[in-house]
């Protein structure tokens, strides 16, 4: 069954997401676009629309979304582009990432956001060899790292992030995720098929100004470290209860890779 997420935690880490994009990723990008006509996009794992929200008012032009996700629900809120600037036209797809192939015979650029970690290694090949094809650029952005900084430190705050990272690597929707490994993959494979590869850092910078994101993170590294050392359940519990009770001053550095793949 594909993965599920809940639009509340999606709405909560949107402002985090815009604010820790590369947007010096994006002339580059630009540059490789149409211009004569609408650029055709094609977004992986749409959920809710953020990706499509940071993006289109930040490209030039016309735009064509599809927006593809599993989640008829997500589909619904991301196909509403009352926000977004005039020219700008979505529409959503429902399909399993899981199942090939993709939707992407007559895309110009395809996009994903918070998606590559989640993913196998033999299907982030799979879409490199599809974008390579067809000769497509891929804007690949919010790639989990493994990097983890908390301020104020909490002597468990090594064992959980190590338990999260381990479980980020564990079995999902797809088969066993790449986890923190996906921007190295990424980079590896576009690489290989003549690509020009870069990166930039998309780290998340938290402060007690995200009390509310701070406290569903935690709660989901809780929730992630327990189902990987279960043994260990009432020490994490009160790692969580520590955490929460410090969110109004605690410093969160969560790292994340930005890839823009030129082919």
């Not at 935690?9 to 490789?32: F, G, K, M, N, Y």
């Not at 430190?153 to 996906?182: F, Y």
């Not at 930039?200 to 007690?208: A, I, K, M, N, V």
Request: glycine share 6%.
């Amino acid at each position: 069954m594909p993965e599920q997420f809940d639009a509340q935690w999606l709405r909560l880490r949107e402002p985090a997401d815009h604010a820790a994009r590369a947007v010096s990723l994006l002339p580059p990008l630009q540059a490789r676009l149409p211009t004569h006509r609408p650029v055709r996009i094609v977004d992986l794992g749409a959920g809710a629309g953020s990706n499509l929200r940071y993006l289109a008012p930040r490209l030039t032009g016309k735009q064509s979304w599809l927006m593809v996700d599993h989640d008829p629900g997500l589909l619904a809120l991301a196909a509403n582009t009352e926000n977004l600037p005039q020219g700008v036209v979505a529409r959503p797809h429902i399909q399993d990432l899981g199942q090939w192939p993709l939707p992407l015979d007559e895309a110009d650029l395809v996009t994903a956001s918070a998606l590559l970690d989640l993913v196998t290694d033999d299907w982030l090949r799979r879409l490199a060899e599809s974008c390579a094809a067809a000769q497509l650029p891929a804007l690949l952005a919010l790639n989990y790292d493994g990097r983890v900084q908390l301020a104020p430190e909490h002597p468990l705050d090594s064992d959980v992030i190590e338990a999260v990272n381990a479980h980020q690597h564990g079995p999902k929707a797809m088969g066993q995720a790449l986890g923190p490994g996906a921007t190295e993959a990424s980079h590896a494979y576009f690489s290989a098929l003549g690509y020009e590869v870069r990166t930039q850092s998309s780290t998340w910078q938290l402060d007690g100004h995200q009390q509310a994101l701070q406290g569903a993170l935690m709660s989901g590294w809780h929730e992630a470290a327990c189902a990987q050392q279960p043994s260990r359940r009432q020490d994490f519990n009160a790692w969580l209860e520590a955490r929460l009770a410090m969110t109004d001053a605690s410093v969160i550095t969560v790292g994340h890779q930005d890839i823009l793949a030129l082919p």
